[in-house]
Structures are given as structure tokens and as C-alpha cells.
């Protein structure tokens, strides 16, 4: 009988266990950075209880849990689609959702808050959610007579106001907001950056605790300004000023500060001081709403890809973030899972799975797989 040794098969082993851990670390590394190929879920976020349903779909993001929360606009909802809220009823469906709600990774509802069970006064028009590194939830009101941005507990309760209710002062007003659209906060320094907006056409950056004032600037770092613009032709030079609305705002891990200047069809890139730093057009052609509605990083450390929301052409436009070339697109227009219908918001978990919202006559959230 051959003898068997213990000791050049303990040496054996020890290697095929070394290789299996490599090859396990090496796939991990691989599997979630910065994906360009995804697939819809389409039973994806599971139906909602009560009766609810939801309006447009004007913000999503992903807390520190890997859990999706979104703003949607129950006044965006027809009589017909919310028949049950009439007075008297029209059908026995349905009821509009509360404002905010979250969903874990199998789209099960978990909490809501918001809207009209709000103890203060909710914005007309909800715009934009973004969570901070304390997992707090902001929002901006872009309605009217909103003009505000909120600061929330993941409970609901209010923290912080920034801005007052119908009360604007133009693009250089510094205690004042004009139909902000987006929000994002810089932890190391404790700032919150806000896109400034459909009346204004500026970036300005408060505390991200008191709501105090620390500065603004316009398109190219300029100081703002709200004279009238002749209409954007691909043909014409780049604007000088930002477009309203400036749509959407992200903070990139090496510091830099990326706009959605919306109508002018480009992102913009500056320093956290205001210092401009590069700019790309995003399907230039593209007229009426433009083609940059929302920006969101991917999840790798380098996060070497941009994903860009593009309501106008509906689809996601997939960016080479060092160089801002186009390196691929998610989506087209229609109504079917994985189309899009109005499209107006993009988050990433740390997964690399992706999210995104749609207005108008879409009024949903749906999620993709990354291949």
C-alpha cells in the first residue's frame, strides 16, 4: 500500500486554499466597480400597502444600509388615479402615498413620512433627495411657493430649514433660495451644497448644521446673474451662465463639485471653492428640457463612471468620469421595465445596482442589475 505524506498534502492544500482566497478576493474586486452593462428587475419595488400609489418620482437615494428611499409628489396624482381621496370617492382605488418612502434590496416597503402627515409645512413640489453620512434625508421644494430646502431625521423630523416659504431674491440673495432642485453634503467640512434652481442659476453652499451662509457661484465659478438669454442653439457658444434649472448637484470622493446645467446640455466641474475646472456636452443637439437632468458616481474608490439622467432623450448616459466621454447608454423611450418614460433621477448602492425615477406621466422607480 503507498503511504501517503501528511506534510505534501497539508502543503497541497494550503496552496489550493491560498488560490481559492485570491480568486474569491479577485472577483469581489472585480464584480461591483463601476458596472456599464445592467438588466431591469421589473418586480421591482414590491406593491405598495394601503391602497397607495405613487405620484412623479423626483428623487431617489440609497442610505448607509443599502436601503432606497425616494420623494414622490402625491399632488402630481390625478382624481382618476387617486379616485379613493375624492370627495365622494370615484372608485375604491387608490389613496396618494405618503411623500417619502424606503424600500430594502427586495423592494419591500419599510418606512414612509411626509406630505400631508407632516407636524410642519411640506413643500408644494417636491425635488430631489439626497442622504448624508449621518444617513439625515434632505429635500429641496421647488414648487411656487416652496423656495426651501428640508433637513429630516430618517424618522421625519425636521432638523434644519434653509430658505423661507415664497420668499426670493435673485441669484446673489445669500439668505434666500430660488426653487433649489438638488442637494449634497460634504461631511469633512460639514457643508451642503444646493443647486439653485428654477429661479436662480447658482450653486451655493451653507453649513450643513445651522443653515448659515458661506458662498455661491455661477456657471464657469462667475458671479450669477438673472438677466434674459436667447435660446440654447448646439451653434452658439457656451453660455456663460447656467440655464434654470440648474438641475442636480454631486460631490465627487477626490473633491470636485459636478452640475447638471440642464437646458445648456452640459455638466459643469469645479473645486468645492467655486473654481471652475472642465465642462462636457451630454447629446448637444438636444433642445427644449436638455439632456442633463441628474448625475450619480459609481461606487468603485476611483468612482471612474458617471451615470447622467437624460429626461429629454430618456436614457441613462454612461461617462468616463476623468475624461467625460461618452462610453455607453441604459435605456430608451417607452413605457415597458427598463424603458423610460420622463426619467429624472439616478442612484447607485454599493452593489453597483442602479435606480431611477420618472415624472410626468412615468411616476415610478425602477431598479437595474448590473450583468
Not at 467655486?274 to 441628474?294: R, Y
Request: glycine share 8%; charged share 20%.
Amino acid at each position: 500500500m503507498m503511504k501517503i505524506n501528511k506534510h505534501f498534502v497539508n502543503r497541497i492544500f494550503g496552496a489550493l486554499l491560498c488560490l481559492f482566497i485570491f480568486t474569491c478576493a479577485s472577483v469581489d474586486s472585480i464584480a461591483v466597480p463601476a458596472p456599464t452593462k445592467f438588466d431591469v428587475v421589473p418586480d421591482w419595488p414590491k406593491q405598495l400597502p394601503n391602497n397607495w400609489i405613487m405620484g412623479q418620482v423626483a428623487g431617489v437615494d440609497v442610505d448607509s444600509k443599502d436601503n432606497i428611499w425616494i420623494v414622490q409628489r402625491p399632488n402630481s396624482l390625478t382624481p382618476q388615479e387617486a379616485g379613493l381621496a375624492q370627495d365622494p370617492p370615484l372608485d375604491d382605488c387608490c389613496l396618494p402615498a405618503p411623500s417619502v418612502l424606503a424600500f430594502d434590496q427586495q423592494g419591500n416597503l419599510l418606512t414612509w413620512f411626509g406630505g400631508k402627515n407632516f407636524s410642519g409645512q411640506w413643500p408644494q413640489t417636491e425635488h430631489g433627495l439626497f442622504i448624508d453620512h449621518e444617513d439625515n434625508i434632505w429635500i429641496a421644494g421647488a414648487g411656487n411657493t416652496d423656495d426651501v430646502v428640508l433637513k429630516l431625521s430618517n424618522k421625519g423630523e425636521l432638523l434644519l430649514q434653509v430658505g423661507e416659504y415664497g420668499v426670493y431674491g435673485g441669484s446673489n440673495d445669500i439668505q434666500h433660495l430660488g426653487k433649489p432642485t438638488d442637494i449634497a453634503v460634504d461631511a469633512e467640512n460639514n457643508e451642503a451644497y444646493i443647486s439653485d434652481g428654477y429661479r436662480n442659476r447658482r450653486i451655493i453652499v451653507v453649513d450643513a448644521t445651522t443653515g448659515e451662509y458661506k458662498r455661491h457661484w455661477g456657471a464657469y465659478g462667475s458671479v450669477p446673474h438673472d438677466r434674459p438669454l436667447p435660446d440654447y442653439s448646439s451653434l452658439a457658444p457656451p453660455d456663460s451662465s447656467f440655464r434654470s434649472p440648474v438641475h442636480a448637484i454631486r460631490l465627487s470622493n477626490d473633491g470636485h463639485v459636478y452640475i447638471a446645467d440642464r437646458v445648456n446640455n452640459r455638466i459643469q466641474v469645479f473645486q468645492k471653492d467655486g473654481t471652475f475646472i472642465k465642462e462636457a456636452f451630454i447629446a448637444p443637439k438636444t433642445l427644449d428640457m436638455g439632456s442633463v437632468w441628474d448625475i450619480e458616481l459609481s461606487r468603485d474608490p476611483q468612482q471612474s463612471m458617471l451615470y447622467v439622467a437624460d429626461g429629454m432623450n430618456n436614457r441613462v448616459w454612461i461617462l468616463n468620469r476623468h475624461n467625460l466621454d461618452v462610453s455607453d447608454s441604459l435605456g430608451r423611450p417607452g413605457r415597458y421595465a427598463g424603458q423610460f418614460g420622463w426619467i429624472h433621477n439616478v442612484a447607485m448602492d454599493s452593489k453597483g445596482n442602479l435606480y431611477t425615477t420618472e415624472v410626468e406621466t412615468g411616476k415610478r422607480v425602477q431598479k437595474f442589475r448590473p450583468q
